[in-house]
């Protein structure tokens, strides 16, 4: 298991389409991969549900976990920090 922490830069957080982009990115993956809000302390969510991806109220500020778990653990990790940390195509 390879996990990993950022923080939310986006100004209106992870709203619906930036959310569905960090699916898609993270469906190009075969790990198992999760999502944890850690200022809100929440449960490991899979990253390729949006639906639960937006169960985690993921606004600007918002310390995230993300977790893989898989043949390609460290690069889903590492592609999928990169993309929050350039703002998930909207900043």
Request: glycine letters at 8%.
């Amino acid at each position: 298991m390879y996990i990993k922490s950022t923080t939310i830069i986006n100004p209106t957080g992870l709203h619906a389409r930036p959310a569905g982009a960090f699916v898609k990115e993270a469906a190009k993956f075969k790990s198992v991969i999760t999502v944890k809000n850690v200022t809100a302390i929440s449960k490991f969510v899979s990253a390729k549900s949006i639906s639960l991806l937006m169960t985690l109220g993921l606004s600007k500020g918002t310390v995230i976990e993300i977790s893989a778990e898989g043949e390609d653990e460290i690069s889903a990790v590492d592609s999928l920090i990169a993309f929050v940390d350039g703002g998930l195509g909207e900043v």
